[in-house]
T-cell receptor, first 115, second 113 residues
């Protein structure tokens, strides 16, 4: 079975400060990992993904994430937060070895960037 | 939201009625998905389809039905058997490989009156 956990329901950060949104996962094989962002009453927008290779993945809008196999983590980061980054962020995982097409999502973390 | 459209944006249903949510994509993607989103619960998979005329149940298929008669269309019917249908429904599509990214439509908010 595959699962993903986002341990923080909400993260508050001051504008201009670095931000981190945490994600840990559990799969039996190797993971495919994804980050999405959702603005109110909108669909999910894809930010970035890790499939294989370099552990540091760069994505849209200045976001990046680091894959850490030993800690089974895939935390989302940005060096300098903007007020417009305030949104709901979802981490998702898929087990590459299971032949599964099913993506499992975390419960989401609400990011608030304070001016 | 790319080339995925969902309609209507808001839908109101009386108890005991079936309603159908539309999802269309022009990305030439093989795979399509339906998710349900409830506050604080993330997204849960209802049904998915990897190819035309074939679909599989997800984690919460009870009370829902789908069809995939055309590659670009994957409508979801919420039946009267779904006891708590009020939610935000999201459709997604992907090229179909296991590592492929799923892209989402703008969603339909269903409210049962």
């Amino acid at each position: 079975a595959q699962s993903v956990a986002q341990p923080e329901d909400q993260v508050n950060v001051a504008e201009g400060n670095p931000l981190t949104v945490k994600c840990t996962y559990s799969v039996s094989g190797n993971p495919y990992l994804f980050w999405y962002v959702q603005y109110p009453n909108r669909g999910l927008q894809f930010l970035l993904k890790y499939i294989t290779g370099d552990n540091l993945v760069k994505g849209s809008y200045g976001f990046e994430a680091e894959f850490n196999k030993s800690q089974t983590s895939f935390h989302l980061k940005k060096p300098s937060a903007l007020v417009s980054d305030s949104a709901l962020y979802f981490c998702a995982v898929k087990d590459s070895g299971a032949g599964s097409y099913q993506l499992t999502f975390g419960k989401g973390t609400k990011l608030s960037v304070i001016p | 939201d790319g080339g995925i459209t969902q309609s209507p944006k808001y839908l109101f249903r009386k108890e005991g009625q079936n309603v159908t949510l539309s999802c269309e994509q022009n990305l030439n993607h093989d795979a399509m998905y339906w998710y349900r989103q409830d506050p604080g619960q993330g997204l849960r998979l209802i049904y998915y389809s990897q190819i035309v005329n074939d679909f599989q149940k997800g984690d919460i298929a009870e009370g829902y039905s789908v069809s995939r008669e055309k590659k670009e269309s994957f409508p979801l019917t919420v039946t009267s058997a779904q006891k708590n249908p009020t939610a935000f429904y999201l459709c997604a599509s992907s090229r179909g490989g296991t590592a492929d990214t799923q892209y989402f439509g703008p969603g339909t908010r269903l409210t049962v009156l």
